[in-house]
């Protein structure tokens, strides 16, 4: 028998898609992929969720790397490159491929508003039955914070600080502006990622001219945070290194 996965990150658009999905297949099977550098807030979250909607998720890890982006990082000596990161690919995408059966229909949380990232997606994993619900029901992100709102849910921290995606507490596909936030917000986190990026001997950040700006180097004043902020973190930001 097929089944249906919605994909759940503690993120609004996913809690909402899944939401959806509930309805929509009444077998739906909710599940998440844990990663451990996400804010502790969001396991509160998990927690209201399905106590308000009656929806179960299960919480799946990838083990190799204790759900970690550092071991992932610090054992691929790699954080980034043009293409993506490989904590995505590791944590996220190759739990979902060992999960998802053949004729499963997936769902996943992108919204109205992130059509080019729903393409991406099929670009490149043309192989999956997926159902786009948000994209189909012209949802917004600004309507999945507010369905949560109504039905009672409080939103993760990481929205409540000003951040627009509920990514992991310093994320790598931020900017400068990004960066400086999280040095205000979580100065540990920052410390730590600025220690990985001189063990591992790559920066995050580049200037202008190709050069390389280490997070130990980084002036506070740098960047602006909005433009420098990452995308959701999701299926699509991946490489195969």
């Known amino acids: 028998m097929s089944r249906t996965i919605s994909w759940f990150s503690c993120g609004a658009a996913s809690a909402v898609a899944t939401i959806m999905a509930a309805i929509k297949y009444p077998n739906m099977e909710a599940v998440y992929c844990r990663v451990k550098e996400e804010h502790e807030d969001n396991l509160r979250f998990l927690d209201d969720f399905t106590q308000v909607t009656g929806i179960p ?3 799946i890890v990838n083990e190799e790397f204790d759900g970690s982006i550092y071991n992932v990082f610090l054992k691929r000596k790699f954080i980034k490159n043009q293409y993506g990161a490989p904590c995505t690919m590791l944590l996220k995408k190759e739990m979902r491929k060992r999960y998802q059966r053949v004729d499963d229909v997936q769902v996943f949380g992108y ?27 012209k949802v917004t992100k600004q309507d999945c914070y507010d369905h949560l709102v109504r039905l009672g849910l409080k939103l993760p921290v990481m929205y409540q600080l000003g951040y627009s995606n509920n990514n992991c507490v310093g994320c790598v596909k931020g900017g400068m502006g990004y960066w400086n936030k999280i040095r205000i917000d979580f100065p540990d986190a920052f410390e730590k990622m600025a220690r990985l990026e001189r063990t591992v001997g790559h920066a995050i950040n580049k200037d202008s001219k190709d050069v390389p700006v280490y997070l130990d180097a980084l002036e506070p004043g740098r960047g602006r945070f909005k433009a420098d902020a990452p995308t ?10």
């Open 57 to 59: 998720v299960k919480t």
């Open 232 to 241: 959701n973190c999701g299926f699509t930001c991946e490489t195969t290194k």
């Open 111 to 137: 919204t109205v508003d992130e059509q080019d990232r729903a393409d991406s997606f099929l670009d490149s994993n043309n192989e999956v039955k997926e159902d786009f619900l948000l994209i189909s029901n």
